[in-house]
Nanobody
């Protein structure tokens, strides 16, 4: 599976963005998709994940209630809708795929290249 993230940009605090991650590969619909982020000087952290059917989602506490993950298996795309953005959400956001839903990056086999999200105060 190859992943291509897009949709990042500069937004003011309180604003919203939608990230997309387009995947190639016939087995896209079998995989869990996740989003992670990495801010400068910090370790990569889990943001959200969605199982293969879209029926199960998990979120980091820091984004719960503000971010929504979804997927469109027909178009091999996973989305991350981000609302009520805060300066601390500034990071490079990565999409990843793996065999099961998890907040651990070690459980993900394939990674996209990342897209920058910058939230100004």
């Amino acid at each position: 599976v190859q992943l291509q993230a897009s949709g990042g940009g500069l937004v003011q605090a309180g604003g919203s963005l939608r990230l997309s991650c387009a995947a190639s590969g016939r087995t896209f619909s079998y995989y869990t998709l996740g989003w992670f982020r990495q801010a400068p000087g910090k370790e990569r952290e889990f943001v959200a994940a969605i199982n293969w059917s879209g029926s199960y989602t998990i979120y980091a506490d820091s984004v719960k209630g503000r971010f929504t993950i979804s997927r469109d298996n027909a178009n091999n795309t996973v989305y991350l809708r981000m609302g009520s953005l805060k300066p601390e959400d500034t990071a490079v956001y990565y999409c990843a795929s793996g065999p099961s839903s998890s907040s651990s990056s070690a459980r993900y086999c394939y990674w996209g290249q990342g897209t920058q999200v910058t939230v100004s105060s």
